[in-house]
């Protein structure tokens, strides 16, 4: 069984040895050899060659034929390729002869092959180098020309691109290296131009500033135009013309590869069209150092620097001028400075990503906000000139509105101003102090005269007056008034203009420039005014006539409160029957003004009086006077002459001021002549003394019994009381109703008793001592009669 599988495992191999490539027999060899049986392989390998090359043989013989055919051909053919050899070798010879030239030509050719490979690999390597070379001169180009940025991204070309394909070269090396001291310098000289870029708008954000504030005036001057309706605040989004048109004007590519001057400050003034501001600025060394430093990967660097630089000069600008206040262009300088400032950061802001941010304005707008209230609070509380603050105002107005545009929040400039409208109103006061001060001291005093029709209609439309017993009079004829009148009531007038002008732009209601108006009115009335009516009344050296004169003025200006508060109320379109609206104090002022005046006629009146009574000289020790009549005293004469003339004055004043006058001088001289007798210095009077007071006062009371004023000599019933020696009834009527001495004060009879018992007394007494005197004398002389 054993040498069955043996058989066959040798006829296996024999068949693979027969089929397989002889590359890979070596395996089937070695099974062999590793087997037992290798003389009995060995002896069946040699039987199958034997059978091959039996067949071998039989195939040999039966092919035989043929083969003696081919080789009696072959050797025919023999002969021939002898032949054949020869005419190849002369055909060789002839070629060789005939080649060397194609041989030399060839060579030639291969030389020319060779040279051109090398000129094409030469020129492949060109390829590569030349534009690493182009570059490189472009590069320097660029930066001959300051063309920072975009030799920044040459530079990004030549070292990502160009130079690695170019290969290892000594001038790459060469670039290689030079390339970081490239962008170090492309950085410095980027940043050198960024700082006079800084430089350049601080000095110039005036200019700027300027600009703008003309385009926000003019924007305004066209809504206005357009619309007459009052003009609203807008901001970003209702305001768009100005602020739109202004960045529109820019031009400015952010890519932008030129320079062509940081500014430009040309005096545009003769032109009829208003530049944008930032027309004035070139704006591409912040977007040129902007993009170099974002290639640089020190994008942050950049912005912290931009930030850090805008914010000391935003500190810069805000710093005002220590004489600021002193005029208006002070204030309009730094106003220019701002906007001028903030424009250039708004547009900043617009027009490249992330170098400032909103937040980061906002900021800067708050700490400039705060810092502008305080230098305009401290500065405008400097100004004492009416105009110089509402044309301040009018600059802030200019200056909130064109900042608004631009999307700033302005509110605490417009609570400002409303502040400062406070202080306006104290200047104005002051000023119309200095005014009606002017007024009073040029005012003669007198009714206005007027002559002819156009005169009277003249003053009637300076003040309301309105009289038809007057109209009806001819000419001439003359206004009860003196210049006073209209000349206060126009100032009046003007008054409300001028604070009507303040509140202009300033976005109130009617209702709250009403109010406004009506309470500054009722100041200049209640205080200012009424000051000046004082001065006027407790001046020195004012006469009487004045006096009258003032009253009657301060009665016509009272009632024309009422067609000032209509004047209000038609410049304000603000009812005046409206809720809660302001009345004006003018009648209560007016009706001090004229109690003051009436006062101080009262003691004016009582003043001149005393210095008629000054000139009283009674001889309090003189004799009883005899029969005749007693006439009444010069100064009394002369005092009753004054007042006569005086009250002839009083006839343009109301009666009753008239009649209290009259009843207040008499009063006056009742009891200054009531004093005169009780006067601690007078210890003794006569009844001749009293006798002559008697008839003086007689005299007053004749002249006052016509004015209803003669029971204020409450003396005569003293001095009748003396002069007839009647205590008698005095005493037995005391204290009665009907009583004839009812008004005489016994404290004031016994005063005046004991001075009038003292003298009647000495009277007595000399008497008695000359009766004595006279008797001794006759006894002398009888002595010296019988002596002689």
């Known amino acids: 069984m054993a040498s069955l599988e043996t058989a066959a495992e040798h006829e296996r191999i024999l068949r693979e040895i027969e089929s397989t490539d002889t590359n890979c027999i070596g395996p089937t060899l070695r099974s062999v050899y590793d087997g037992q049986e290798h003389g009995l392989f060995m002896e069946k390998l040699d039987a199958r060659i034997r059978n091959h090359d039996r067949e071998i043989e039989k195939m040999c013989n039966h092919h035989f034929q043929g083969f ?35 041989t030399t030509s060839m060579e030639e050719l291969r030389q020319c092959r060779v040279q051109q490979r090398n000129i094409a690999t030469t020129i492949d390597k060109l390829t590569h180098c030349l534009p690493v070379l182009e570059m490189y001169s472009r590069l320097q180009e660029q930066m001959k020309a300051k063309r920072y940025y975009p030799a920044l991204r040459t ?80 901001g970003r989004r209702g305001r768009k013309g100005a602020p739109a048109a202004i960045r529109a004007g820019m031009g400015v590519n952010s890519l932008s590869e030129h320079d062509t001057g940081i500014l430009d400050v040309e005096d545009e003034e003769e032109e009829d069209e208003v530049p944008g501001a930032q027309d004035l600025v070139d704006f591409s060394p912040v977007y040129r150092c902007l993009h170099i430093y974002t290639v640089l990967g020190l994008r942050d660097v950049f912005e912290n ?68 209230v305080a230098a305009l609070r401290t500065h405008s509380s400097y100004c004492d000139d009416p105009d110089l603050v509402l044309d301040l105002k009018n600059l802030i107005v200019l200056f909130a509105d064109t900042l608004q545009g631009y999307g700033f929040p302005v509110s605490q400039l417009f609570d400002m101003l409303l502040e400062i409208r406070e202080q306006y109103g104290e200047i104005l006061l002051k000023r119309w102090n200095i005014t009606f001060r002017q007024v009073i001291d040029q005012d003669n005093y007198s009714p206005i005269p007027v002559s002819t029709e156009k005169e009277y209609r003249q003053y009637t439309s300076q003040c309301p007056f309105q009289d038809p017993e007057l109209e009806k009079l001819p000419f001439p004829k003359k206004l009860p008034f003196s210049e006073f009148v209209p000349k206060v009531y126009c100032q009046l007038k003007e008054f409300i203009y001028a604070c009507l002008k303040y509140s202009e732009d300033l976005h109130l209601s009617s209702t709250e420039v009403d109010d406004m108006i009506r309470k500054s009115t009722n100041l200049l009335l209640t205080r200012t005014l009424s000051h000046c009516l004082q001065y006027a009344i407790k001046k020195k050296n004012v006469g009487l006539a004045e006096l009258v ?75 009883v006077p005899g029969g005749e009549n007693l006439a009444a005293s010069d100064y009394l004469i002369d005092l009753i002459a004054f007042l006569k003339s005086t009250f002839s004055v009083f006839t343009n004043l109301p009666g009753k001021v008239a009649q209290t006058a009259c009843m207040s001088s008499c009063k006056h001289i009742s009891t200054s002549l009531m004093q005169l007798l009780l006067d601690p210095e007078v210890r003794q009077i006569s009844m001749g003394a009293l006798h002559q007071l008697d ?18 000599f409450l003396q005569k019933c003293l001095l009748d009381l003396f002069t007839q020696w009647d205590w008698s009834t005095y005493l037995a009527d005391y204290g009665k109703p009907t009583c004839k001495y009812l008004r005489v004060n016994p404290h004031t009879a016994l005063a005046l008793l004991e001075k009038v018992s003292f003298i009647s007394q000495l009277y007595t007494t000399v008497n008695f001592m000359l009766i004595n005197l006279t008797k001794k004398v006759e006894a002398l002389t009888l002595s010296f009669m019988k002596f002689s």
């Open 695 to 712: 008839t003086d006062v007689k005299e007053c009371e004749s002249e006052c019994r016509s004015a209803n004023v003669w029971h204020i």
């Open 305 to 372: 620097y931009y930030r850090k630089q805008r914010r000391k000069q935003a500190r810069l600008v805000l710093q005002p001028h220590s004489n600021m206040h002193e005029t208006l262009e002070g204030y309009r300088r730094y106003f220019n400075q701002i906007v001028g400032f903030f424009v250039v950061e708004d547009h900043v802001l617009h027009t490249t990503q992330g170098l400032v941010n909103r937040a980061y304005v906002e900021e800067l707008w708050e700490l400039a906000l705060s810092k502008i």
């Open 155 to 234: 530079l990004e070309q030549l070292e990502q691109t160009c130079l690695p394909k170019a290969g290892q070269y000594r001038f790459c090396s060469i670039m290689a290296e030079n390339i970081p001291k490239l962008r170090i310098q492309i950085r410095d000289t980027a940043m050198s131009q960024l700082r006079d870029f800084l430089e350049s708008i601080r000095k110039h954000s005036d200019k700027i500033g300027e600009t703008a504030m003309k385009q926000a005036q003019l924007q305004r001057s066209l809504d206005s135009s357009v619309s007459p309706q009052p003009r609203v605040l807008l």
């Open 549 to 623: 004169q003032v009253i009657i003025n301060t009665t016509h200006l009272e009632q024309s409160c009422h067609f000032l508060e209509e004047f209000i109320s038609n410049i304000t379109n603000v009812p005046p029957d409206t809720v809660n609206a302001t009345k004006l104090y003018g009648t209560s002022t007016f009706k001090d003004a004229r109690h003051a005046a009436e006062a101080e006629i009262y003691t004016s009146l009582n003043a001149k009086i005393d210095q008629f009574l000054q000139l009283a000289d009674y001889d309090w020790m003189a004799a």
């Open 68 to 102: 003696v055919d081919s080789i009696t051909e072959l050797l025919k053919v023999r002969g021939e390729a002898q032949k054949l050899k020869s005419q190849v070798t002369e055909t060789n010879r002839h070629l060789q002869e005939n080649g060397k030239e194609l």
